[in-house]
């Protein structure tokens, strides 16, 4: 359900808590203390795990359980909601219970911080039904409380909101009245860049905090990019990168410079360079591993859109630009995790939920196209 070593970093993290009494970005490695997300970008979950065993005092195991229990029942209570809102047919109603049970067991199953692009896929119905109906006030809550989980969910997994933010902004753009839209889609970004900026000043209060701990405590919070990309390019086996494994990367770096540590600055420099000369000097296989993984990707959306697909290629509404547009930018963003990287389910829980989000939509559009030719 979630990787071992972020139960180590779990673990950590609450005994960072313990030592220094504060909820901030004090980790304790068992020598000293460190940077809680020892230089990646998923420290929200060690947020998250401070905040628990403070307020409830759970173990690592409960925190685990409560993590994906509150995030993944959010979600579905979310997703539940808004689809029997917005949803015209009870047929549409029928079959999207079903498969979004079917969705948040896939998203239990695959679990870790992956989940949190599940979570906010699910804002998509109830925006629909707010947009559709003009419920202008319980728009303006729903934009700021999305503003606030955008951040939380952006500290817990990298750009996971960035799908959906995406999706409403050129669907507000695309459907409604200049002085709406622009309404709108102003308040959006300005909810999301004070809710940033508050979260930047408590981050600096924490990190000084740390500094008093360990004045030598690495404030990097940057996800490794090209270290990512360069494995990425092993995902079609070949003798240069033969696999995808973290292992193969710093191999690589080691081989150039045994002294650049994972995950520096110039440890990603390196990588970079080697990424674009690998592209470079191996065209074909780099075109194998890239159409490999569409192939996979463009699988997962037959999959998952099923019916939907089908029931949008007969649709006389298939050509409107209101749904389709927002949502294929959604599809595509969502699908960068899985072209650059590698197509592990795993990276592709926003792509899959918005692959029945697509499904549901166009599902329920066939069956009211059905009755009004009747």
């Not at 239990?108 to 109906?133: A, R, W």
Request: one cysteine or more; charged letters at 15%; proline letters at 2%.
């Amino acid at each position: 359900m979630i990787m071992p070593t972020r139960i180590y970093d779990i673990e950590r993290a609450i005994d960072g808590f313990d030592r220094a009494g504060f909820i901030g970005t004090a980790y304790y490695d068992g020598y000293g203390f460190e940077n809680l997300a020892r230089g990646t970008d998923d420290k929200g979950l060690y947020y998250f795990a401070q905040i628990m065993y403070n307020f409830f005092g759970f173990n690592t195991e409960q925190i685990i359980v409560a993590f994906h229990v509150l995030f993944i029942g959010l979600g579905f209570i979310m997703f539940c909601i808004g689809w029997t809102l917005f949803l015209k047919t009870n047929p549409a109603r029928g079959i999207t219970v079903i498969a979004m049970a079917i969705l948040a067991g896939l998203v239990y199953k695959i679990g870790d911080v992956y989940v949190i692009f599940y979570l906010m896929s699910s804002f998509i119905p109830f925006f629909l039904y707010l947009i559709h109906n003009d419920k202008k006030k319980s728009m303006i809550i729903t934009l700021i409380v999305l503003s606030i989980l955008s951040i939380v969910s952006h500290l817990i997994r990298s750009y996971s909101f960035m799908p959906t933010i995406l999706f409403i902004i050129i669907y507000l753009f695309l459907n409604l009245k200049a002085s709406k839209k622009y309404f709108y889609i102003a308040l959006l970004i300005f909810s999301l860049f004070s809710i940033n900026a508050i979260y930047k000043i408590y981050e600096i209060r924490a990190n000084q905090n740390l500094l008093e701990l360990n004045h030598n405590a690495n404030l990097n919070t940057n996800h490794v990019f090209w270290h990512s990309i360069y494995i990425g390019l092993g995902y079609v086996d070949n003798e240069y990168i033969p696999h995808y494994l973290d292992e193969v990367a710093i191999q690589k770096v080691n081989s150039i410079d045994p002294s650049i540590e994972y995950p520096s600055k110039e440890y990603e420099n390196i990588l970079k360079h080697e990424t674009f000369k690998f592209i470079k000097e191996h065209k074909v296989i780099t075109i194998q591993n890239f159409g490999a993984k569409f192939g996979v990707m463009f699988l997962y959306f037959l999959i998952f859109s099923n019916i939907g697909f089908y029931c949008f290629c007969t649709s006389q509404n298939k050509k409107k630009k209101e749904f389709l547009i927002p949502c294929l930018y959604a599809l595509c963003f969502n699908s960068i995790f899985g072209f650059l990287v590698i197509p592990s389910i795993n990276y592709l829980i926003g792509f899959i939920s918005f692959s029945v989000i697509f499904a549901i939509y166009y599902i329920d559009n066939y069956i009211n196209e059905k009755r009004l030719l009747k």
